[in-house]
């Protein structure tokens, strides 16, 4: 049993913290970690690991002197160098003046510039690497669409059908479907299908083949609920079908899609069949911005769900290398999103509530641990990248600023002056934290 589904039934909110702590610590603890292990290749010496802040409730020392700890506040963590005056920085010059030449070549100050630029660009890379691991990891134990299309599991509807596990689909409605491979011509394939309660299935079954019947191949059925969403605030599940929008009977995901797109936002009632139960729901879409293929964003009614065939396609392990590359890929395209939204909402083009603070990230990994262990560790690769990315923008007190001022210090020869630094840091911190606000008062105000 994945343990995890069980979060909705047993303190919804507590699970939420564990979860979000839990998530938050993996990606600090991973980014902290380039920065020690890098900083000590090169040659600087790190004296503290810590994850969290505050008040140290476990701690020991390493062969090596480091001390590794673990603070009360876990909201975030640092590596502290020899010779730093503090965990966000800053020399210490009382403690640079007793060094001499070979230890404070091992400060951070002290060390050669490429080592300080290593150093501190590890961190975000680590976040990075740590994605594209989860998600080729992911990517082999998912596995891809087997070739020729073939059942898998079928999914439980509250309509009969006649196929079986194994059946390889040769022709839905009399035409071939194309290789998943093809996103185009799939999509165009499933448009040009009747849209009807049944169609004809011909299969490949036992080495004959047969025609029979089934549903719509695409049946108004939620595989699974987007974190924060109408459909999951009104408690819909993985597996619940939508059977009829306000007394109107439905067999296709499109009818609903249409239904919702066109509600303007207005309240929807469902009934929703799970486990042979008939469940009356009442759901208000909401205005959400989606990226586009072409570039952009567009505005839509959506409640939350996301749809899928009337089976589980049978899968194949991929190689290594396809899913690596898979993994390379997607972080690829949450970087592109994320500085795509982040532009759209500066110009004013996508509202700002897309930004989310730190509750809404708490409450989407509650509802990604709800959903499975595999999806929550999706959303830690998701997060990771998101935090890999944020840490390189170049806003002093980031990682990002610090790359700036070395980028300065690379064409002048020589580094900002301690008051530059110390305005600029300030400023940083200011924009920081300014940030942080406006996230949480998306996070209580936003609908």
């Given amino acids: 049993m994945d343990l995890t589904t069980l979060i909705p039934q047993f303190g919804g909110f507590l699970w939420t913290v564990v979860f979000f702590v839990l998530a938050l610590s993996v990606i600090i603890a991973i980014h902290e970690y380039g920065h020690y292990i890098v900083g000590k290749k090169t040659g600087i010496y790190p004296e503290v690991f810590s994850l969290g802040f505050g008040p140290v409730i476990w701690s020991r020392f390493d062969r090596d002197g480091t001390k590794w700890q673990i603070a009360a506040v876990p909201f975030g963590g640092y590596v502290k160098f020899r010779g730093d005056a503090n965990p966000s920085g800053g020399v210490d010059e009382e403690a640079m003046q007793g060094l001499?030449?070979?230890?404070?070549?091992?400060?951070?100050?002290?060390?050669?510039?490429?080592?300080?630029?290593?150093?501190?660009?590890?961190?975000?890379?680590?976040?990075?690497?740590?994605?594209?691991?989860?998600?080729?990891?992911?990517?082999?134990?998912?596995?891809?669409?087997?070739?020729?299309?073939?059942?898998?599991?079928?999914?439980?509807?509250?309509?009969?059908?006649?196929?079986?596990?194994g059946d390889r689909i040769l022709a839905i409605a009399d035409k071939a479907p194309p290789s998943f491979d093809d996103p185009v011509a799939y999509e165009a394939f499933m448009k040009g299908l009747p849209q009807q309660p049944v169609l004809d299935?011909?299969?490949?079954?036992?080495?004959?083949?047969?025609?029979?019947?089934?549903?719509?191949?695409?049946?108004?059925?939620?595989?699974?609920?987007?974190?924060?969403?109408?459909?999951?605030?009104?408690?819909?599940?993985?597996?619940?079908?939508?059977v009829r929008i306000d007394g109107d009977e439905i067999y296709a995901f499109d009818q609903l899609k249409e239904r919702v797109e066109g509600s303007e936002g207005a309240t929807l009632a469902l009934d929703v069949w799970r486990d042979g139960d008939i469940l009356p729901m009442e759901l208000t879409p909401r205005r959400v911005d989606e990226p586009q293929p072409e570039g952009g964003f567009q505005t839509y009614y959506r409640i939350g769900i996301v749809g899928g065939i009337l089976f589980e396609p049978a899968t194949e392990t991929p190689g290594v290398g396809t899913a690596l590359w898979g993994g390379v890929s997607q972080v690829g395209r949450i970087m592109e999103g994320s500085l795509s939204g982040l532009w759209h909402m500066a110009t004013g083009a996508i509202s700002t509530c897309n930004l989310?603070?730190?509750?809404?990230?708490?409450?989407?990994?509650?509802?990604?641990?709800?959903?499975?262990?595999?999806?929550?560790?999706?959303?830690?690769?998701?997060?990771?990248?998101?935090v890999g990315l944020l840490n390189l923008f170049p806003v002093p007190a980031l990682d990002g600023g610090h790359l700036v001022f070395y980028a300065y210090e690379a064409v002048s020869g020589r580094p900002p002056s301690d008051k530059a630094l110390r305005v600029l840091m300030s400023i940083g911190l200011t924009v920081v934290l300014a940030l942080m606000v406006f996230a949480l008062s998306n996070d209580l105000f936003c609908p």
Avoid: C, H, K
């Fill in 356 to 386: 989310s603070g730190p509750i809404g990230i708490a409450e989407t990994s509650g509802d990604m641990a709800s959903q499975g262990t595999t999806n929550f560790i999706w959303f830690i690769a998701v997060l990771s990248t998101a």
């Fill in 201 to 242: 299935y011909t299969v490949l079954r036992d080495g004959r083949e047969e025609v029979v019947e089934g549903p719509y191949v695409y049946p108004p059925i939620a595989t699974q609920i987007a974190p924060r969403s109408a459909a999951g605030d009104a408690g819909m599940r993985a597996g619940d079908v939508i």
């Fill in 100 to 165: 001499d030449a070979e230890e404070r070549r091992s400060t951070m100050s002290g060390a050669p510039l490429w080592a300080r630029t290593a150093t501190v660009a590890a961190g975000p890379l680590f976040n990075f690497a740590l994605s594209i691991v989860i998600f080729t990891a992911v990517i082999l134990f998912r596995g891809t669409v087997a070739e020729p299309l073939t059942v898998g599991e079928l999914r439980t509807l509250p309509t009969a059908q006649e196929l079986q596990e």
